[in-house]
């Protein structure tokens, strides 16, 4: 909310361009400084990111697994109520055929019986599928807990890595920042905008160079003695007709801190 009213105050204030282009270029070298603080964390950043979601795949993983092996477990249970009832199918139906009074009831019942005893074999195979797949499944837990288990140790030492960086680098970010505030409070949206845009695409980050035994800071291209006498006056913004970036005369510079 404060930096708003910040960026408010400073569109209703009318610099002159000569003040906005020194303020643009002590903006690029703290945004340079934050970037140079930035580039101790290395990858660290990534990498904390990269493991935090492989420990999460990982993890969902196993859910699943344990959901698939509690299905097969419910199946189970199902195939031997299926046996034991089958079991006392066939005993009844025996029972049965003691009191029958024709061949064609005993024949009947004898159909019965083998049908319930091929359902019995039938699941009695499928018992030993499911347990076969849970034997693989809690295999695959057992590995995957494994890998989870090695990378939280990789997780907990880097991101204590990036965590301690963070806390020595902290103070310094933070000034920065509101030294960069400072600076953007001169510069008109605009401008600042644009800025932005070329910093983002430049590998780099640098959007503001200097022009250097008459070359561009930035792409190293040649810039013509009428060019650079413009630039040394900063009465406008000229851009690098190669790369992009924003000129500012070497000479004409100010120190950012």
């Known amino acids: 909310m404060a930096t708003t009213s910040r960026r408010r105050a400073a569109e209703t204030t009318d ?3 000569e003040e906005k282009i020194l303020a643009l270029y002590d903006l690029q070298k703290i945004d340079s400084r934050i970037d140079e603080i930035n580039k101790v964390k290395g990858e660290l950043p990534l990498e904390v990111e990269d493991l935090a979601d492989e ?19 419910s199946l189970t249970g199902q195939r031997k109520t299926g046996i034991e009832e089958a079991k006392s199918m066939i005993t009844r139906y025996k029972e049965q055929q003691d009191n029958v009074r024709n061949n064609r009831e005993f024949d009947s019942l004898s159909k019965e019986i083998e049908y319930q005893n091929l359902e019995i074999e039938l699941s009695e195979k499928r018992l030993k599928e499911y347990a076969a797949e849970i034997k693989v499944k809690k295999k695959m837990i057992e590995d995957s807990q494994v890998v989870i ?3 939280k ?3 907990t ?4 890595e990036l965590e301690s960086i963070e806390q020595e ?3 310094s970010v933070e000034d920065l920042k509101k030294q960069a505030e400072k600076a953007k409070m001169k510069i008109d949206q605009r401008l600042l905008t644009a800025y932005e845009r070329i910093r983002g695409n430049v590998y780099n980050g640098l959007a503001v160079v200097t022009v250097k035994r008459d070359a561009c800071g930035g792409c190293f291209n040649g810039i013509p003695p009428q060019r650079q006498a413009e630039i040394a006056t900063n009465k406008k913004i000229i851009v690098c007709e190669y790369c992009g970036r ?3 005369a070497d ?6 801190l």
């Open 169 to 171: 680098t902290a103070k």
């Open 153 to 155: 140790m990789d997780y």
């Open 251 to 256: 000479s004409g510079a100010t120190d950012a």
């Open 246 to 248: 924003i000129l500012v």
């Open 55 to 73: 420990i999460a795949g990982l993890e969902t993983r196993i859910a699943n697994i344990a959901q698939e092996i509690d299905q097969l477990n």
């Open 15 to 17: 610099y002159p361009m």
């Open 149 to 151: 288990d090695d990378r």
């Open 157 to 160: 030492e880097k991101k204590s």
